[in-house]
């Protein structure tokens, strides 16, 4: 049976996604997540969720997704193993390096090779396989034929981005809000005193940086109006193409294509959006929803679940 | 090897009509459209006659393959390899990891190079890619030359730098130019022959259908000095999208600017300045070599910092 695995932005989200029948939740700490400081928890908060995971037996996932700078990157495995005195076995990043270290320095840890890292083909799959990792994030772009071609590698968990925005950029291979504007982060006083885990502290992380970001990333400038030119002559007044993918009417032939994971995008979603979403998707994979009413893609969503709120 | 000037191109007829007296080496092929006008990398009998033209010349050869492939493109990529493994390509460039493992595995004898999209941002990446076969890393593009200087000291590993042309930014799987077929009565492949741009207030951006490029050109004339004492070697004017006036003009710049740096002179000529600002229609950048964002330029030339002019407002 596939696992659903949901977002979760602070204790109530994750707590609104369990009731809501999500099988694990994913998380991101705060200073360590590509999600910027929206949708990210500090420690106590992410020990408060732990606990009630425990609790219901069900599973975190944590997202350590930003690429640490050399400086950065002895404190962020210094981390690991109070992250796993507590009971967090599974991580998401998005580095190979940083992905090649925490294999080879914490065999118990469970590594996903994060949506960024653009795995899209079975090829990429089989490098991440053996790169360690123990499973692999693909875009909801992919259909469920090419899930079921990247299925016949064995030895590594295959999830799926079913609800996702697909920006015109592919994921992990932008940088636009960085060609436009790039600053080292602010300074914070005092979290360092007060051991929160938070790589902001250092100034070292940038604004702008989609990757190495941290610090409320992305400007979202794809999603502004642009005034389209051929050489000097003004064409067109545009945006570039973005829609929410949400497979939900999909769900049975991903499974049935050999997918693990259905994963939903959406750390900053709020727990009254994430409630309905998630029994949307739990229905449908427990085979209850009524699949002829349900729209096939592009499904139609609130403004807000797509662009503003993921 | 004193150092290495090299470029891209994307099709036998741009490669036919390009003088590339000022370049060591040229890596074939476009890495963002399997669709692009002639693609080396779909006609594997233009590959390897472009493969034969370089090595003609004296030139080293390469091939590039696609930075974001989906399943369907990998038979394609391996009969690629293949081609470029049998008519002595001196070296693959890949940007994705899937494609690195393929030359690895299956294509052995072939050097890899490591592309920008393939998102080096760290020495640890670097070691990664090395044990897949990788001998020369572009960093991600968002790295500043001290970022860079501190990878290749960690591994010891080349880096290949963009030192002139426009930056790429981003790659889609879908190209928005089709919307226009029909508006502008010009089909696909012929879209995004045409030079166009997106502007947003102050900046602007290239598009090449399915990639997205810096709307300036990154120029390192100023600091070829601080590169060449950072121990970098492998240089790459980025011309995919541009005329071979251009590809051979920015080219015998640099190589004059490059000869004059090895030789310990800091001088400029005020010509190269003349000729690499004629190709830049929106201007000048550094890129993020200086930590800064990257359509920011940093140097003692203030008129490099934009044409944007040149570019009306819309009406």
Not at chain 1, 189 to 208: I, K, N, Y
Request: proline share 5%; aromatic share 8%; charged share 25%.
């Amino acid at each position: 049976m596939a696992i659903l695995l949901a977002p979760g932005g602070d204790y109530e989200a994750v707590r609104v996604a369990f009731d809501a029948g999500a099988d694990a939740v994913y998380v991101g700490l705060k200073g360590w997540s590509r999600g910027g400081s929206r949708g990210e928890l500090s420690w106590e908060e992410l020990l408060d969720c732990q606990r009630l995971v425990a609790s219901t037996r069900r599973e975190l996932h944590l997202a350590l997704n930003i690429i640490p700078k050399p400086a950065e990157r002895a404190r962020l495995f210094e981390r690991i193993p109070p992250l796993l005195d507590i009971g967090i076995r599974t991580l998401i990043v998005n580095d190979i390096g940083i992905l090649r270290c925490l294999r080879d320095r914490f065999p118990a840890l469970r590594l996903t090779a994060s949506i960024g890292c653009g795995a899209q083909t079975a090829s990429d799959v089989t490098f991440f396989q053996q790169l360690g990792a123990d499973a692999v994030v693909l875009p909801g772009t992919l259909r469920p034929e090419e899930i079921r071609e990247i299925r016949r590698i064995s030895g590594i968990t295959i999830e799926v981005m079913i609800h996702m925005v697909e920006e015109f950029i592919l994921l992990g291979k932008c940088w636009m809000p960085s060609y436009m504007h790039l600053k080292p982060s602010p300074l914070r006083e005092g979290s360092v005193a007060s051991g929160v885990p938070e790589g902001t502290d250092r100034g070292l992380r940038q604004t702008g940086s989609m990757k190495r970001g941290g610090v409320g990333a992305c400007f979202k400038i794809c999603q502004q109006p642009w005034e389209f030119y051929e050489k000097q002559r003004w064409i067109d007044t545009r945006s570039f193409p973005s829609r929410q993918i949400s497979r939900v009417a999909e769900v049975s032939a991903y499974v049935a294509a050999g997918a693990d994971i259905l994963k939903l995008q959406g750390r900053s979603l709020s727990p009254e959006m994430l409630g309905p979403l998630v029994r949307r998707f739990r229905d449908s994979l427990d085979g209850r929803a009524d699949l002829k009413n349900l729209e096939r893609q592009p499904a139609a969503l609130p403004v807000s679940w797509t662009v503003m709120g993921r | 090897m004193r150092y290495e000037l090299n470029t891209s191109i994307a099709n036998l007829r741009d490669l036919r009509d390009s003088d590339l007296s000022a370049y060591d080496a040229v890596y074939l092929g476009d890495i963002f459209c399997r669709l692009y006008e002639g693609n080396f990398l779909e006609r594997p009998e233009d590959l390897q006659e472009g493969l034969r033209i370089l090595h003609d010349q004296g030139k080293r050869a390469y091939v590039t393959t696609y930075a974001a492939p989906r399943n369907d493109f990998l038979p394609r990529m391996r009969r690629i390899l293949e081609v470029a493994a049998k008519a002595g390509a001196q070296a693959v460039e890949v940007h994705n990891f899937g494609i690195l493992k393929i030359a690895h595995d299956e294509f052995p004898e072939l050097p890899v190079h490591v592309g920008g999209f393939a998102n080096v941002y760290t020495d640890a990446g670097v070691q990664v890619l090395r044990e897949f076969g990788a001998v020369r890393f572009t960093p991600n593009y968002e790295l500043s030359l001290d970022e860079i200087h501190e990878i290749a000291a960690a591994c010891q590993s080349p880096m290949e730098l963009l030192i002139h042309g426009k930056m790429p930014l981003g790659i889609s799987d879908y190209c928005f130019l089709l919307e226009y077929e029909e508006k502008w009565g010009v089909k696909c492949p012929d879209l995004c022959q045409k030079d166009l741009f997106l502007k947003q207030g102050d900046w602007a951006m290239k598009s090449v259908g399915k990639g997205i490029l810096s709307g300036k050109d990154v120029c390192v004339l100023e600091h070829l000095p601080r590169l060449i004492r950072d121990g970098h070697r492998h240089f790459r004017i980025e011309t995919i999208s541009e005329t071979p006036a251009y590809r051979h003009e920015v080219a015998e710049v640099y190589r004059e600017a490059l000869a004059r740096t090895l030789e310990g002179s800091t001088e400029e000529d005020p010509r190269w300045w003349e000729k690499v600002r004629v190709h830049a229609h929106v201007g000048l950048c550094n890129g993020f070599y200086f930590g800064k964002s990257g359509m920011d330029y940093a140097g003692i030339r203030p008129e490099a910092l934009g044409s944007l002019l040149t570019i009306s407002p819309s009406v």
